[in-house]
């Protein structure tokens, strides 16, 4: 076999070889540097001091060096085991990671469930016939098209997976006829899943984070179950970072929003221009294959290859809640393929069609699912590190003399410990026991209250958001096909205007609701 000198020298370039194996170098290095200064092994409720945060950012440091996502996870794991002392990953976090209930739902949800809709989809050309029924009546344009899209957003507004997924699925072939570059859609669509899930509180969110509540320390202001929820209502209006974030999205989709960021501009500008929707060297999550539809000659498709699959996704998901049950996520999106593929069937399409639409979906899916995975295994070694416990430990201490800063810095601490570990309600689990107590023994005021619900509300909601290994933020990708650095990197801007202008709102109003009285 001859050899391709050229290829090789490509590979093994500098800046190729120095991306690969100076991130992963460094980070051995440094877990083996401070290795002789950790602590003894903590209890459950501690942490290692600053080396808590190392994975996390480590896997950042890598994530935005390198594009790498993959890469910049299996560091953080390696620097976790380092850290820790249990240098056998594999069995310390890898295992247990991957044979857990997590990622079993991930392997339901995202690889097969979510591949193999987007892959009946493709094959019955169910998606794309809705998107041009319905573009041909009321998209014209790229504005109108984005439009659309946030529209969809907020009519899915039961957040993360179900609203990434079905509104970038639905939206897509719509913004991809107008010219509405990935980067634009998947931000459109991902600061429409939980930042709306979090304002309109028909969906599961009120009563997690009730459940959350609903504690011995809280009793006097939080009694019950309803009068948890009540709070979250009444803390709605001072989520700031969900509304500032759907309102620039809404924005930025009628061509109003003062301000995008460099990266976003050139996105926009390159779709627009050149009809180009990813950048060139991009990577999307969803395969090429995938991004156009491959319908028989024999198959005519109908609305209803698309509106039975969605109303079982939807049916299952939202009617148990309704009736007073808990939302049959796992199940809606199992059966809602399983319906396409009956149906697709019924329609006139032989099996072995079938089953090819449902696999090429799988396989087109299949690096989002490996992120998440990764994601999930990092998440453990955030909390065996004890991470989120040590960044709440060190932002403490500034609330004695100035308790107005309080609902900014919890925004703050939910933003960054939420960012680490990739999840809202994970961060939610953690911080709501600890940081509403804090808020009632500052102040018992409703307003002050209310202000530090709201933003932790929002703060977990923005790492959630914008974190490259969240489930949120790759779905959107994978959904959009877009690349998944690129959608990250011209979300955050925006995303960071938002949370700036939200926490001068809750220190400015906290100052006033403490000093003034005005609560």
């Not at 501690?46 to 299996?74: D, E, K, M, Q």
């Not at 039961?158 to 998947?186: C, F, M």
Request: hydrophobic share 55%; with cysteine.
């Amino acid at each position: 076999m001859k050899i391709d000198n050229k290829a090789v020298t490509k590979v093994f370039s500098g800046s190729a070889l120095l991306k690969l194996v100076v991130p992963f170098g460094l980070t051995l290095g440094a877990g083996i540097l401070f290795a002789n200064t950790l602590l003894p092994l903590p209890d459950a409720s501690a942490h290692y001091g600053w080396l808590s945060l190392l994975p996390a950012v480590a896997t950042l440091i890598v994530c935005f060096w390198t594009r790498n996502v993959i890469l910049g996870l299996f560091c953080g794991v390696v620097l976790g085991g380092v850290v820790t002392g249990q240098f056998n990953i594999i069995r310390a976090f890898l295992i247990p990671s991957l044979g857990s209930e997590r990622y079993a739902q991930i392997l339901l949800v995202y690889l097969w469930a979510l591949g193999g809709l987007i892959g009946i989809w493709n094959k019955n050309g169910g998606a794309q016939y809705f998107a041009t029924t319905v573009a041909n009546r009321f998209v014209h344009s790229r504005r109108s098209a984005r439009l659309f899209a946030w529209i969809m957003g907020i009519i899915f507004h039961q957040g993360g997976t179900i609203s990434t997924v079905l509104t970038g699925t639905t939206a897509k072939p719509v913004a991809d006829r107008e010219r509405v570059s990935h980067e634009e859609l998947s931000y459109i669509v991902d600061s429409t899943a939980s930042p709306v899930a979090t304002l309109i509180p028909f969906n599961v969110w009120p009563a997690y984070v009730a459940g959350l509540i609903t504690i011995d320390s809280l009793r006097s202001v939080v009694p019950d179950q309803e009068s948890a929820i009540g709070w979250f209502l009444k803390a709605i209006p001072f989520n700031f970072y969900a509304w500032i974030a759907v309102t620039f999205t809404l924005l930025l989709s009628v061509d109003r929003m003062f301000w995008v960021g460099k990266r976003m501009r050139a996105a926009i500008d390159r779709a627009r221009d050149t009809g180009q929707l990813d950048r060139a060297d991009a990577q999307p999550l969803l395969a090429k294959e995938l991004s156009v539809a491959h319908v028989p000659d024999y198959y005519q498709p109908r609305l209803v290859d698309f509106f039975l699959p969605m109303g079982v996704l939807l049916g299952f998901s939202i009617v148990p809640w309704m009736l007073g049950g808990a939302p049959m996520v796992f199940e809606a999106f199992g059966l809602s393929v399983v319906s396409a593929m009956v149906l697709s069937r019924i329609r006139g399409m032989p099996v072995h069609d079938v089953f090819d639409g449902v696999l090429s979906g799988i396989k087109g899916v299949t690096v989002g699912a490996v992120i998440l995975g990764l994601a999930v295994t990092l998440g453990n070694v955030s909390e065996a590190l004890g991470t989120a416990v040590f960044v709440i430990e060190n932002t403490s201490g500034m609330l004695q003399s100035l308790p107005y800063i309080l609902p900014g810095v919890l925004m703050l601490v939910c933003m960054l410990v939420s960012f680490s570990i990739g999840s809202s309600w994970g961060t939610y689990a953690v911080i709501f026991p600890i940081a509403l107590p804090l808020a009632f023994a500052v102040s018992p005021e409703p307003l002050f209250f209310a202000l530090n619900f709201g933003a932790i509300l929002g703060g977990a909601v923005f790492g959630d958001q914008c974190s490259p290994f969240s489930d949120t933020t790759v779905l959107s990708s994978m959904a959009c096909g877009a690349d998944l650095m690129d959608h990250v990197f011209t979300q955050l801007p925006l995303a960071l205007l938002a949370a700036g202008i939200s926490i001068v709102l809750y220190v400015l109003i906290a100052f006033l609701a403490l000093s003034v009285g005005i609560g």
